[in-house]
Nanobody
């Protein structure tokens, strides 16, 4: 079992930055990969970014590429999502998730590949 706890959400003006944290505990393993997803009101959950546990492989949704960066602090067992140049359309609840599947384009974008989820963090970007 893996427990994930997000923090770092909040309210920011357009063009600003926020950093989300995802602290992992429990049966963590280097075979896991971590993904970030978001869900805006009235919309379906969408993939944002993913990384292997050692963060050597990372992938991003086209909508955030060049603005968001996923990284990991191995000593703290924490994965971060640095969000820069935020736009109002980035407003959503952001959740991190862990998967034991093999990391591939068929899995990291698929929310059903993830077995463990955090509680979510609200990010609001004002115009």
């Amino acid at each position: 079992q893996v427990q994930l706890v997000e923090s770092g959400g909040g309210l920011v003006q357009a063009g600003g930055s926020l950093r989300l944290s995802c602290a992992a505990s429990g049966r963590t393993s280097s075979t896991y990969f971590i993904g970030w997803f978001r869900q805006a009101p009235g919309k379906e959950r969408e993939f944002v970014a993913a990384a292997t546990w050692n963060a050597l492989r990372t992938n991003y949704a086209d909508s955030v590429k060049g603005r968001f960066t996923i990284s990991r602090d191995s000593a703290e067992n924490t994965v971060y999502l640095q969000m820069n140049s935020l736009k109002p359309e980035d407003t959503a609840i952001y959740s991190c998730a862990a998967s034991e599947s093999v990391y591939s384009s068929a899995t990291y974008r698929n929310s059903r590949a993830y077995a463990y989820w955090g509680q979510g963090a609200q990010v609001t970007v004002s115009s």
